[in-house]
């Protein structure tokens, strides 16, 4: 398994803006993945972040909103832009282990 | 494209007694895994269990066992010697594991309160 850390744990924010969340792992690991969990939902996976390659989309998800960095086989960042008051949710990431994904504590976003 | 379904919204159960999730799942892929995920309010998401499709025998884990029927195409969770702290949103999950792509597909959950 692995330990994984988010920053920042909440946030509220204006719409119009942009909030970037961290994702930090105690490990080196391939495969890192967003989800977006609205309120009282399951989890819908945004992308797939691997190390040295872009960021693969799911459908509904797109790059100039949910712009995506891996700098490293720790960390990843998931940008929220232009955000609307829909952009409320709880955001996690998570990485693979042997077919296994571990999650972080997920970063709470409320948009007024 | 693979569709999990979790056809209990919310359950309940007192502390002490056995609870059974139910979990089906859709695919025509013959390799996969499938997870249950454990979500207190605190909204970690916590692994309670996986399973292998090539393996016949159900996995346990402590408290957590699974009834896997695989014609079937069900998943169910039992839980033994329900605890207050199992209290949380339990979600079943899919993984392919075809092309390396550790991609889950996730059912919407059912919600399980513990009674004291």
């Known amino acids: 398994s692995a330990v994984i850390s988010q920053k920042p744990s909440r946030d509220i924010c204006q719409r119009g803006t942009s909030l970037t969340i961290q994702c930090q792992v105690d490990?080196?690991?391939?495969?890192m993945f967003w989800y977006r969990q609205q309120p009282g939902q399951s989890l819908t996976l945004i992308a797939t972040?691997?190390?040295?390659?872009?960021?693969?989309?799911e459908s509904g998800f797109v790059i100039d909103k949910f712009p995506i960095s891996r700098p490293n086989l720790t960390f990843s960042t998931l940008t929220v832009s232009n955000m609307s008051p829909e952009d409320s949710s709880i955001y996690l990431c998570?990485?693979?282990?042997?077919?296994?994904?571990?999650f972080g504590p997920g970063t709470r976003l409320t948009v007024t | 494209a693979q569709t999990v379904t979790q056809s209990q919204p919310e359950m309940s159960v007192q502390e002490a007694e056995t609870v059974t999730l139910s979990c089906t799942y859709d695919t025509s892929e013959s390799n996969y895994y499938l997870f249950w995920y454990k979500q207190p309010p605190s909204r970690q998401m916590i692994l309670v269990i996986r399973q292998e499709a090539y393996k016949q025998q159900n996995a346990t884990e402590n408290r957590f066992s699974v009834n896997f029927q695989k014609a079937a195409k069900s998943f169910s969770l039992k839980i033994s010697d329900s605890q207050l702290g199992d209290t949380a949103m339990y979600f079943c999950a899919f993984g392919d594991s075809g092309a390396g792509s550790y991609q889950l597909t996730f059912g919407k959950g059912t919600k399980l309160s513990v009674i004291p």
């Open positions: 490990s080196q690991v391939t495969m």
């Open positions: 998570s990485v693979a282990y042997f077919y296994e994904q571990y």
């Open positions: 972040a691997n190390q040295g390659s872009e960021a693969t989309y």
